[in-house]
């Protein structure tokens, strides 16, 4: 697809568990990032990766919160040991350097909806 | 640290009418950008419109237009014509460099608007 791809769209997690929540960005875009947005609130910076580096990790808010994207395309947000305040919907943007000034902006996909019981 | 501000709560405007979404912003960064998205009840955040602090123009997209006021740090949307498909949340944000591709974007709370028809 051209755009922007998260899954699962929806993801319930027993309160413990550990879950992954996979990004495809758009194709060619080197730079990554994911977003937390809470119910009734804007989005929340999580990580930035360009290509493989992570460059900014410091919106993770636990030591429980790892991403990662091995190869520069595909990244995956893992949750370790989920706890109820986790629930939330993840955003990944991805965003292009190449191009003209005022084109290299972030795209989002439509999220992951994650319910913690 | 970059400050967005949405104070409107919700806002409603008659089909075919225009209506203005204010936005202020606080930073001390020479150079941002500042940004439109549109979240639809499906959950993606939708890019609308971008205007770079050293743009001398306001920025237009179609039926949207940003009000851009450096002096006194506002952003506002302005949605000409508004449609049904309108309705949704509409989030103002920003960036530390100029195109939002490589640094995080800070969003205000959003504003619900709601087209009547």
Same mark, same amino acid.
């Given at each position: 697809g051209?755009g922007v791809s998260q899954s699962p769209r929806y993801?319930?997690?027993? !309160? ?10 758009? @194709? ?9 947005q809470?119910l009734?609130?804007?989005p ?30 595909? @990244?995956?947000?893992?949750? #370790?040991?989920? #706890? ?5 919907v993840y955003l990944c943007? @991805?965003?292009? !350097?190449?191009? @003209? ?6 795209y989002f996909g439509a999220g992951t909806r994650?319910?913690?019981? | 640290? +970059? &400050? ?7 806002? =409603? ?7 203005? *979404? ?8 020479? $150079?941002?950008?500042? =940004?439109?998205y549109k979240q639809p009840s499906s959950g993606e955040m939708i890019f *609308?419109?971008? +205007? ?13 237009? *940003?009000? =851009? +006021?450096?002096?006194? &740090? $506002? ?7 508004? +449609?049904l498909g309108d309705s949704a949340m509409y989030f ?11 640094? &995080?974007?800070? =969003?205000? &709370?959003g504003?619900t608007l709601?087209?009547?028809?």
């Amino acid at each position: 697809g051209a755009g922007v791809s998260q899954s699962p769209r929806y993801k319930v997690a027993k !309160r413990g568990q550990d879950v992954a929540l996979r990004c495809d960005p758009i @194709s060619g875009h080197v730079s990554l990032f994911w977003y937390q947005q809470a119910l009734g609130q804007g989005p929340e910076f999580l990580t930035y990766f360009q290509n493989e580096a992570q460059l900014d990790k410091s919106g993770l808010p636990s030591d429980r919160f790892f991403a990662e994207r091995p190869e520069g395309s595909v @990244s995956t947000l893992k949750i #370790q040991r989920t #706890q109820q305040e986790d629930s939330a919907v993840y955003l990944c943007a @991805s965003s292009s !350097r190449g191009g @003209s000034l005022g084109k290299n902006i972030q795209y989002f996909g439509a999220g992951t909806r994650l319910s913690v019981l | 640290a +970059q &400050k967005i501000t949405q104070t409107q709560p919700g806002m =409603f405007v008659q089909e075919k009418e225009a209506v203005t *979404l204010d936005c202020t912003y606080d930073t001390s960064d020479p $150079s941002y950008g500042l =940004f439109w998205y549109k979240q639809p009840s499906s959950g993606e955040m939708i890019f *609308l419109i971008y +205007q770079g602090s050293y743009d001398q123009q306001n920025a237009t997209e179609g039926r949207y237009s *940003l009000n =851009f +006021q450096k002096a006194r &740090k $506002s952003a506002n949307l302005v949605i000409s014509a508004s +449609q049904l498909g309108d309705s949704a949340m509409y989030f103002c944000a920003m960036s530390r460099d100029v195109t939002g591709a490589n640094s &995080k974007l800070t =969003f205000g &709370k959003g504003i619900t608007l709601s087209v009547r028809p």
